[in-house]
């Protein structure tokens, strides 16, 4: 059977998702799937590094307990040495998950590219690379005959961008728009039941949804990098933070909230970008007080929605997981098994 053996930068929530799934499900995933998956490689800020050719123990890494890091267990260190490991692994995917840097992208960017660079593909839930390097990184995947799968960085293990991209062929899509992001709407949500944001922020956090700096999904910069993202996957632009308007939920106060139920109105944070008639590219990022009949409204919790607006379809719109550990563990597990069917068809088409 065919396998692949993979590194995992970052042994965060997502990743270690992704580790709980390979080692709980074992041989019924490979089957499932049809080749194996071994992690030969792990990296992380706080526990440090660890290599083993012959696949590591994935029930010790996932349950080192507090203050114990990789250079506990054989071929381990306390520092995580990135780049080293990166380009000296035997793995043949590269698993990205750090936290997403807004600003730069950085290290998450140089982490993808050096991988790229030494004949590894890529899957990556870090919106940093896909939205502040992504034509870059797809240019050097390409000239390297390698894959830069991202499917997690919006919408978490929800396919949008599969969706648009496989689904809606021969469509023209003038606009996106939708909930991008689980922890706001989590946030808005729990408002609602007279929660304060800071205490509905920490139930976020603790469920897994929200990133390392909270500030990112309630000032709206972690939905402005997916709508980067969608603008340039799926209007074709070429667009960066910089023209995406941004304004977060942070000043929505409970007498707003009550107001808006009061009127019919539910308040969301609401990312958007379209093409207008001068071909134009609109992107925003604003908190929206929808009424309760909008097809938005009824998006509760860490779910999303997208709306693509079509010529020959009208409206079509995908709706799922947002955020969540598990969720976006998937997201990198369906990325990993089309970086696999990509490598297949090369090479029955080499035959
Ligand atoms: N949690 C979620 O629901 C979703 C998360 N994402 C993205 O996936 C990525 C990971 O998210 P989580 O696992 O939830 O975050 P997390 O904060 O739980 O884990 C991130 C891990 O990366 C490590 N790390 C950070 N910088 C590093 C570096 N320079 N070198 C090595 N390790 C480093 C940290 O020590 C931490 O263990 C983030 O970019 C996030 O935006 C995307 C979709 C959904
Ligand atoms: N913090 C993000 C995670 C997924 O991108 C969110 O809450 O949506």
Redesign the pocket.
């Known amino acids: 059977m065919n396998r692949h053996d993979i590194a995992l ?9 992704l580790a709980e799934i390979i080692h709980t499900r074992g041989q019924d995933l490979s089957d499932e799937i049809g080749f194996e998956l071994r992690v030969v490689a792990i ?5 440090g590094s660890l290599m083993r050719t012959e696949g590591i123990d994935l029930g010790t890494a996932l349950t080192l307990p507090d203050g114990v890091t990789f250079a506990s267990m054989p071929g381990g260190a306390a520092v ?1 040495q ?1 780049d080293f490991v990166i380009r000296s692994t035997t793995a043949d995917i590269v698993v990205e ?4 840097n807004p600003v730069d992208g950085e ?2 960017v140089s ?1 993808v590219r050096a991988a790229l660079q030494s004949g590894k593909s890529v899957t ?5 690379p896909v939205a502040l390097a992504g034509a870059e990184l797809n240019r050097i995947a390409v000239e390297h005959g390698m894959r830069f799968e991202y499917e ?2 919006v919408m ?1 293990g929800t396919p949008v961008l599969s969706f648009a991209s496989r689904v809606l062929p021969g469509l023209r899509v003038s606009g996106v728009q939708g909930i991008l992001n ?1 922890t706001s709407n989590y946030v808005l949500g729990q408002m609602e039941t007279g929660m304060t944001l800071a205490d509905a922020v920490a139930e976020a956090q603790a469920l ?5 700096d909270p500030t ?1 999904d309630i000032e709206g910069s ?1 939905v402005q990098l997916k709508v980067v993202i969608l603008a340039n996957e799926i209007l074709g632009a070429n667009i960066t933070t910089a023209d995406v308007e941004r304004q977060g939920i942070s000043r929505i106060t409970p007498e707003d909230i009550a107001e808006a139920a009061a009127d019919g109105r539910r308040w969301k944070l609401i990312g958007a970008a379209r093409r207008d008639p001068d071909g134009r590219i609109i992107a925003t990022v604003e908190p929206v007080a929808l009424p309760l009949t909008h097809p938005l409204a009824g998006i509760t919790g ?1 779910t999303n929605a997208v709306s693509f607006d079509t010529d020959l379809l009208g409206t079509v719109t995908v709706s799922g997981p ?4 598990t ?2 563990g998937y ?1 990198l597990l369906s990325d990993i098994i089309a970086i696999d069917a990509h490598q297949r068809a090369a090479a029955e088409a080499l035959r």
Do not use: Q, W
Not at 9 to 17: D, E, P
Not at 43 to 47: A, C, E, N
Not at 208 to 212: L, V
């Open positions: 930068i970052g042994f965060g929530g997502v990743n270690r998702a990296t992380d800020l706080r526990l995580p990135n998950a750090t936290y997403t290290p998450a982490h990556t839930t870090n919106k940093g997690g960085s978490s689980g897994g949804y929200a990133e390392a990112a972690d860490p947002g955020a969540g550990r969720e976006t997201a």
